[in-house]
């Protein structure tokens, strides 16, 4: 990995709080588009949720979408531009709450984008409340007492969900909480996306992400969180790869 | 398809559909609903055959949400529905006003509320004029009365959508939608200029990144800022676009006014009515928003009445009065829930009213 700013990030502070794994995914997205000498033909899509602003931080043509619809609009984008490079970056509210739908039948009609998908376990921009993938007994600011399985059933696994679709090419969970998880994934994101340039259909990585403000642990904590405690929920591997 | 020489018979819908095709329509997503299944059944093999793209889309509100990125990239694209399924693509429509890209949005409507029935209704006259979605915007709105006329409006609709970098809405209902006439296909021709498309997405490839968005932030007035830029926008639209149909105006001492399929019902009732040689006239309005409202007001001079028939309760209504500044009565005969009028029950109402105004 190289330590120079990718030419798909401006030279920008951005908004995101100390030790969030947003502007690390931000840059290895970056790093993967640089690799592929694609920048000049990529069209992103923004999500509704911490990373709204990222058209503030990539050097590419970007459309800010509605809550959980970017896999609709991003349909809609690649279908008239095949030969664009189109990715959705979503959060877990984003992609598996309120965009289920939509995440589903783009996965399954086998659009050729590449989702990049940062599951942090809460609701970040609004504040803390509970997240599709929120763990069991964790605490959030709708779950005062820990979320339980019997009142709001357990966290949904994106990977294992979307592994059963035919139309799926390619589906990796990462991490970007150590050095050794942060050099994966950004293979991971490369690899994704040269499955959408070699038109293998829908690629999706999930990001396991810290948010240290919502989950109210300093950053370093915030990192062992995932490795200790997400990294249990949510196993890091290959889900699927069409090869 | 049945094709003569130069005319086409077939359903509403597919007039509409091979319209769209005609006026460059490269993008159709849909989900089915009745009245107005025929549309993306005829797109799903129109649209290949011209080199277009058609998508069944898991919902309606995908389908809107697909035409925003459709759009975004400069392709003239289209979404129909009924009512329900309206109601859903309200959020799209929403984010498609705010980010100013232009689209087709037909509605052939059905009784409401709710899931209401399959038959033909204007209960959603409030929802597509007023607004639908949240914040502050508006649709173009056209209302065809005949199958001839949906053939038109509907290529009138592409070029208005991108002379406006505005979402247009074909307001139609579930009768004109199944019923089939005789069109004769006319070829298309823009109504308008066409701006550039220097907005779209295509990649930034010699040129700088483009950002297409709805939200503005910062700095604190942007949104206040954004929002005067749109309604500089509508009142151009409001100068440009008003068009209505007048019949028999000019000495009417009653004018009658409604507009798509009962507009047509209603010119057989005023037609009677001016066999027997009472002064009866017909305002339909063809924009419905931009509403026409000189027309209403010229007729004031002379009218001593309105009535304005609809099915529904009474919307449009609301605008006939606020055209003619309340300067004369305006009366109702409608009915909602999937319910229409003969010119029989019309003119019955036409002749107790008429009696007032003499
Ligand atoms: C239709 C709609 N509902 C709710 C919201 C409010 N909202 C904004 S972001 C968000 C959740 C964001 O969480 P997530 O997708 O996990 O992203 P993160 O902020 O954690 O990165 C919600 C509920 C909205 N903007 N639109
Ligand atoms: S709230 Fe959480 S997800 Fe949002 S920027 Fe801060 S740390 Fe990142």
Redesign the pocket.
Same mark, same amino acid.
């Given at each position: 990995m190289r330590f120079a700013r990718p030419e798909t990030l401006y030279d920008v502070p951005t908004h995101?709080?100390s030790?969030? &794994?947003?502007g690390i995914t931000h840059r290895l997205v970056a790093q993967a588009i640089d690799d592929l000498g694609v920048r000049e033909r990529v069209i992103a899509t923004a999500p509704v949720g911490?990373a709204v602003l990222m058209y503030d931080y990539f050097n590419c043509d970007v459309i800010e979408c509605a809550h959980g619809r970017s896999p609709a609009a991003a349909t809609g984008l690649k279908r008239c531009l095949p030969d664009r490079i189109v990715f959705t970056y979503q959060g877990d509210g984003d992609l598996a709450a309120i965009g289920t739908a939509e995440t589903i039948h783009a996965a399954n009609r086998g659009e050729n984008i590449t989702v990049v998908f940062i599951n942090?376990a809460i609701y &970040?921009?609004t504040g803390g409340q509970m997240a599709p993938t929120t763990m069991i007994d964790q605490v959030t600011t709708t779950t005062p007492h820990g979320r339980d399985a019997r009142l709001q059933g357990p966290p949904i696994r994106v990977c294992e969900l979307l592994s059963s679709l035919d139309g799926v090419a390619y589906l990796e969970r990462v991490a970007v909480s150590t050095p050794r998880d942060v050099i994966q994934a950004g293979r991971a994101i490369k690899k994704a996306f040269q499955y959408q340039l070699d038109g293998k259909g829908f690629s999706l990585v999930e990001v396991l992400s810290?948010?240290?403000?919502?989950w109210k642990l300093p950053p370093v904590k915030a990192a062992e969180f995932v490795n200790e405690k997400m990294k249990r929920v949510f196993p890091l591997g290959v889900y699927k790869d069409k090869g | 398809m049945k094709t003569g020489t130069e005319k086409l018979f077939m359903k509403g819908n597919e007039v509409m559909s091979e319209a769209a095709i005609r006026a460059g329509c490269r993008f159709f997503a849909g989900y089915p609903i009745t009245p107005q299944n025929e549309v993306p059944e005829y797109m799903s093999h129109r649209m290949p055959e011209a080199g277009g793209i058609f998508v069944q889309a898991e919902s309606e509100l995908a389908a809107i949400n697909m035409l925003f990125g459709a759009s975004a990239t400069g392709a003239r694209c289209m979404t129909s529905s009924s009512s329900p399924g309206i109601s859903l693509k309200q959020e799209g429509i929403s984010y498609i006003a705010g980010a100013e890209l232009p689209c087709v949005i037909a509605n052939m409507q059905r009784g409401g509320p709710g899931l209401g029935n399959i038959r033909a209704s204007q209960g959603d006259y409030f929802q597509a004029t007023k607004g639908g979605g949240h914040g502050d915007y508006h649709l173009i709105v056209l209302a065809p009365s005949t199958c001839q006329e949906l053939w038109t409006l509907t290529m009138n609709a592409f070029d208005y959508a991108d002379r406006f970098r505005n979402p247009v809405m074909i307001l139609g209902d579930g009768i004109l939608g199944q019923m089939a006439e005789p069109v004769e296909p006319t070829p298309y021709e823009p109504v308008c200029e066409l701006p550039d498309k220097d907005w779209i997405l295509d990649g930034c490839k010699g040129r700088e990144p483009r950002v297409i968005r709805s939200l503005y932030l910062r700095p604190a007035e942007a949104l206040a800022e954004h929002n005067r830029h749109l309604h500089a926008k509508y009142d151009r639209i409001r100068h440009a676009l008003p068009r209505a149909e007048e019949i028999a105006v000019d000495d009417a001492r009653l004018v009658v006014s409604a507009y798509g399929m009962t507009a047509r019902i209603a010119g057989g009732a005023v037609h009677e009515a001016r066999r027997r040689g009472m002064k009866v006239g017909l305002i339909r309005p063809i924009t419905v928003w931009p509403f026409p409202e000189e027309p209403f007001l010229r007729a004031a001079e002379h009218a001593r009445q309105f009535l304005v028939c609809e099915m529904s309760e009474g919307q449009m209504i609301e605008d006939v009065r606020l055209a003619c500044q309340y300067r004369r009565p305006v009366a109702f005969y409608g009915q909602g829930g999937g319910w229409y009028p003969t010119p029989e029950k019309i003119f019955e109402r036409i002749a107790v009213l008429y009696e007032e105004c003499r």
């Open positions: 995101y709080c030790g969030c &794994g947003h911490c942090n &970040g921009m810290m948010c240290p403000t919502d | -």
